[in-house]
Nanobody, 124 residues
Framework: QVQLVESGGGLVQPGGSLRLSCAAS????????IGWFRQAPGKEREGVSC????????YYGDSVKGRFTISRDNAKNTLYLQMNSLKPEDTAIYYC?????????????????WGQGTQVTVSS
């Protein structure tokens, strides 16, 4: 069955970097759009980034553009999110999620499969 397992979260100081990983199983990563979402306490789930399947087109939320980079390793069936210049407002649980389509949907409800999440805390 489809499984997504995130890792790489932790505590980092403002201005620091982290790389999140999402190991996928039960399907071929490159065949579907897959993305990262985050949810902070008391806030709605927010789209962070997505990569489409066919051309590998990438999309970013306005709050992370220029700081975060999404990528995938098809041989390892793993999705990554490189996060640089982290800010306290980036603190959240980060989830990877797979769409049913090859293109990136905008809304969380259009993603079928979700990982369990990994906590990212940015604090001095």
């Amino acid at each position: 069955q489809v499984q997504l397992v995130e890792s790489g979260g932790g505590l980092v100081q403002p201005g620091g970097s982290l790389r999140l990983s999402c190991a996928a199983s039960g399907f071929t990563l490159s065949a579907y759009a897959i993305g990262w979402f985050r949810q902070a306490p008391g806030k709605e789930r927010e789209g962070v980034s997505c990569i489409s399947s066919k051309y590998g087109s990438t999309y970013y939320g306005d709050s992370v553009k220029g700081r975060f980079t999404i990528s995938r390793d098809n041989a390892k069936n793993t999705l990554y999110l490189q996060m640089n210049s982290l800010k306290p407002e980036d603190t959240a649980i980060y989830y990877c999620a797979r769409a049913l389509s090859s293109w990136c949907p905008r809304l969380p409800g259009e993603y079928k499969y979700w990982g369990q999440g990994t906590q990212v805390t940015v604090s001095s």
